[in-house]
């Protein structure tokens, strides 16, 4: 309603003036300026700010969440993992890094999502940095072509999504009253799938021209590296995973940014679709078809379909933020990690023509 509106303007008006317009936060900045000293030593930019701001939402709504989930296990564990890495990870290890002369970094933030991680600056910074810059980089690319198949092979992309990802802990904090908003139309899907992908293989891209150009002298790549870096900075950085990704909460459910943009989440996505141990098992039999799975699931996917039909839910979108088990009252849906085979449990008499929508 009214409420969500309001809500949802404030959200974006205040990302437009981060952005693009810092100038009009000058005295919220000084505000937080005595903590940023203390921090790292350095004034506080509007940066520190919005981490700041950032960091004490996820604590406060987190505190909500174990409240409205108390007794839930899953709930409660999951949300103290994102509280914790947000406060320690991207917010205090950062500052300390800095006042201890070490680049700024926030050691769970990974390529593509970490989209500036292989930029000539960045790359310079960890070179010129000694050990610890050296050790960030290999963190970083061991991150990207180790932890995420390995860990999403065992645990699905919940281990990120849901546990360790700050916009995702945002989400699933701050943008939990909003979570039954997500379009759960097929259309939505389809725009799902070809947005997502479509901003990974950008992302892939640029990375590749990026390093190309790094180890080439050719203006010519360093103008289209440059042109690209504005044009992603711009468009994804700060419009489509800031403006769109939070102030669109209240207008387009929770998970906008996770649900339709994030590339590392179509990274995390492809692996668990096709090389994972995760899915959600169903109890279609104990099902009453109250929607309720449906009504919740931030993704937009109608978990219910699937419920009445007993089979398991192995889509690439889900988070693993396991609120579709929390709200079903007949207790049909368990999040689980178990062996590959019969892990897609298409049952034809029950399916019908609908096999198409199974295999999505
Ligand atoms: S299917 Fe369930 S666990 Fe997966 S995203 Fe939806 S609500 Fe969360
Ligand atoms: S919440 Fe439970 S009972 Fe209700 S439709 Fe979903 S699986 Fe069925």
Redesign the pocket.
């Known amino acids: 309603g009214w409420l969500g509106m309001i809500t949802g303007t404030y959200l974006i008006l205040f990302y437009i003036i981060l952005y693009w317009f810092p100038a009009y936060m000058v005295n919220a900045v000084w505000m937080v300026n005595p903590l940023s000293l203390l921090l790292s030593g350095n004034p506080a930019s509007q940066w520190f700010l919005y981490g700041f701001i950032y960091t004490l939402a996820i604590l406060v709504m987190g505190i909500r969440m174990f409240r409205k989930y108390r007794g839930n296990k899953y709930q409660q564990l999951r949300t103290a993992s994102v509280m914790f890495f947000q406060t320690a990870f991207a917010f205090l290890i950062p500052e300390i890094l800095v006042l201890l002369n070490q680049p700024y970094y926030d050691f769970k933030n990974i390529w593509p999502l970490d989209y500036d991680f292989f930029y000539d600056y960045q790359i310079s910074t960890f070179l010129s940095s000694g050990g610890v810059g050296m050790f960030m980089l290999i963190w970083g690319i061991l991150l990207i072509i180790i932890a995420v198949p390995l860990f999403t092979y065992f645990y699905g992309k919940?281990w990120y999504c849901?546990w360790v990802c700050g916009c995702g802990g945002l989400a699933e904090t701050v943008g939990d009253p909003y979570?039954q908003l997500s379009d759960k139309s097929l259309k939505a899907w389809n725009i799902e799938r070809y947005l997502i992908h479509g901003v990974l293989v950008l992302a892939v891209v640029m990375t590749l021209i990026t390093i190309a150009n790094y180890f080439s002298s050719f203006s010519f790549l360093g103008n289209v590296t440059n042109q690209l870096h504005s044009f992603y900075g711009f468009a994804i950085g700060s419009a489509f995973a800031g403006v769109v990704g939070t102030g669109f909460y209240p207008f387009m459910g929770n998970?906008v940014w996770c649900r339709f943009g994030c590339p590392l989440a179509a990274y995390l996505g492809m692996v668990q679709r096709f090389k994972s141990r995760f899915r959600?098992t169903t109890n279609g039999g104990q099902c009453i078809s109250c929607g309720n799975?449906s009504t919740?699931?931030?993704?937009?996917?109608d978990?219910r379909w699937y419920a009445q039909r007993g089979q398991n839910?192995v889509?690439s979108?889900?988070?693993?933020?396991?609120?579709?088990?929390a709200v079903c009252p007949r207790g049909v849906?368990k999040?689980e990690n178990g062996p590959e085979e019969g892990r897609i449990n298409e049952n034809p008499i029950l399916i019908g023509n609908d096999s198409i929508k199974v295999n999505a």
């Not at 889900?318 to 088990?325: A, F, K, L, T, W």
Request: some cysteine.
């Open positions: 919940r849901s979570r998970r959600i799975c919740y699931c931030e993704m937009g996917i978990v839910i889509r979108s889900c988070v693993g933020c396991g609120v579709c088990s849906l999040l």
